[in-house]
C-alpha cells in the first residue's frame, strides 16, 4: 500500500472479511479494472486471531475461490454426531471439506484484490456516513487517529455481524442490520487433547449447548479448537464462557487453554432489504449465515460476488428506476442463492432447538447399530426426527420441501 487513499473512489467497500473481499474482486474482475474501488478495513484481515472454527465445505469454497494448500490447515473425512449421554455417531465420506487457515486465506483474497487494482487500507476503520446533494456517500475514515473523508456513489458494507455503520442514517434504516438472530458464540484453542485430525465432532445437548451445538474441530498437529454457539434467548442463563470453562472441565481435563475467543453470529435470514440508494450490504452485515449450520464463510464469499456484481450494473446506468430495479435485483439473488434456504432452516432450526436430549440419545442409539457404511447425512437427519414425533409434525413442511 505505497499510494494514499484518494478523495474519491466508485465503490468503497467498507471491512476486508471473506464478503468484502471477494465484493471488491468481483468488481475489479467484472469491470476489468475500470471500476475504482477501495476496500478498507480497521485491521489487516490476516491479523490472527481470526474468530472462527473455520470449518468449509471443500466443493462449495471452490464455486468461489480455488483452494490452495498453503491455506488449508486439515483435510476432513468425517465427522462425529455426539448425542448427550456421549454416544458418537461416526460419519464418513471422502471429501467432508477442510479446516482453513482464514489468515492466510484472508492474505491471498487481499493480494490478488490489491493486484487487480483495487486500493486496499488495512488501518482504516469506516466511523461514520451521510449521502450528500451529488448523491455520493461520504464516509468518515479513522486512520492512525486522524479522520478523513473519501466519497463515492457506491459502498458495500462487510463490516461483518451487528454492522454498526448504518446506524444513524434514517436512508438506511430499513435495510437489514446484519443482527437477526445474533447469537453468542466461543471457543478456545487448547493444546493436549486427542482428537481424530481428519474428523471434526459436533456435540449436541441443553446442559452446555441450549439452543445450538458445540464442536472439535482439528487445528494442526497440536491444537484443536473447542467452542460452542448457543441459542440467543439462552444468553443470560447460560453464559457461553462458563459454559466452554464447565464443558473443557467434565470433558477436557487435562487440556491446556492456549487462548479463548468470541464472536457473534447472525444466523435469521431476514426479509429485509439489502440495497438501497447505492449502499449495499453483504456478508454477515446483512445476517447471510446458514441458520443451523451457522457457517458464513462460503456464504459471505456468496453474497460479496453477487454484490459485486449487481453494484458494477447500478453503476453503469443512470436511469432511476434501473438503479432502483438492480438493488432489488440483488435482494432476489441472493434469496435464489441461498437466502430461500436460509428462511426454511429458519423455521427448521426453531423446531431443532427443541429437541430434547432423551431423544437426541435414543436417535444416536439407532444410528449406532447401523453399520457405518449405511449411514448417510439424510438417515441421520430423518432418525433424530423420527425419534421426536411433535418434531416430525413441526418440520413436515420442511421435510416436504427439501
Ligand atoms: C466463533 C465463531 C466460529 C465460526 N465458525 C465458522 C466455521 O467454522 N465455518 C464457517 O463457515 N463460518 C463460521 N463462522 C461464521 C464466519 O466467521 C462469518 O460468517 C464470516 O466471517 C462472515 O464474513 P464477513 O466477511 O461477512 O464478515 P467478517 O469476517 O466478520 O469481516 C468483517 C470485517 O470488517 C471489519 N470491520 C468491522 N467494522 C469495521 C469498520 N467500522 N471499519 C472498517 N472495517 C471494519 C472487520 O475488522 C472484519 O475484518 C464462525 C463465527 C464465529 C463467531
Known sequence: MAQKLAKEYDVVVCGA??????????????????????????????????????????????????????????????VYFTSPDGT?????????????????????MAEKVEKKGAFCHFSAECKSLFRDSEGFWNVDVCIDGVISSVRAPVIVDATGPGAKLTH??????????GDNDLEPAIFAIVENVEHNPKHIELLFGNKYFPGGYGWVFPRDSKTVNIGLVNGRKYLKTHSPRVMLQQFLAKYYPSAVVKSIHGGAIACGQSLKPIAVAGFFK??????????????????ALDSGHIVGECAWKWLNTN??????????????????AQGNTHLRLSKAKVAFSSI???????????????????????????????????????????????
Open 319 to 336: 436511469s432511476t428506476t434501473e438503479k432502483k430495479s438492480i438493488e432489488a435485483e440483488t435482494y432476489a439473488r441472493w434469496m435464489k
Open 88 to 108: 458418537k455417531v461416526d460419519f464418513t465420506e471422502d471429501d467432508c471439506g477442510y479446516i482453513l487457515n482464514r489468515a492466510l486465506f484472508h492474505r491471498e
Open 282 to 299: 453483504s456478508g454477515d452485515a446483512a445476517s447471510c449465515v446458514n441458520p443451523i449450520s451457522r457457517s458464513g464463510i462460503v456464504e
Open 17 to 78: 472479511g471473506p464478503a468484502g473481499l471477494n465484493a471488491a474482486y468481483t468488481l475489479c474482475s467484472v469491470s476489468d479494472g475500470q471500476c475504482r474501488v477501495a476496500i478498507l478495513d480497521k485491521k489487516e484481515p490476516w491479523r490472527e486471531p481470526v474468530s472462527c472454527a473455520e470449518a468449509v465445505s471443500k466443493k462449495a469454497l471452490e464455486q468461489f475461490w480455488p483452494s490452495n494448500e498453503a491455506w488449508i490447515r486439515q483435510h476432513l473425512d468425517g
Open 168 to 177: 444513524g442514517v434514517p436512508l438506511l434504516e430499513t435495510l437489514e442490520a
Open 356 to 402: 430434547q436430549d432423551c431423544h437426541f440419545d435414543k436417535a444416536a442409539h439407532k444410528l449406532a447399530r447401523i453399520p457405518q457404511k449405511n449411514r448417510t447425512l439424510f438417515r441421520i437427519f430423518f432418525t433424530v426426527l423420527c425419534t421426536s414425533p411433535s418434531l416430525l409434525w413441526k418440520m413436515r413442511s420442511f421435510v416436504y420441501v427439501r
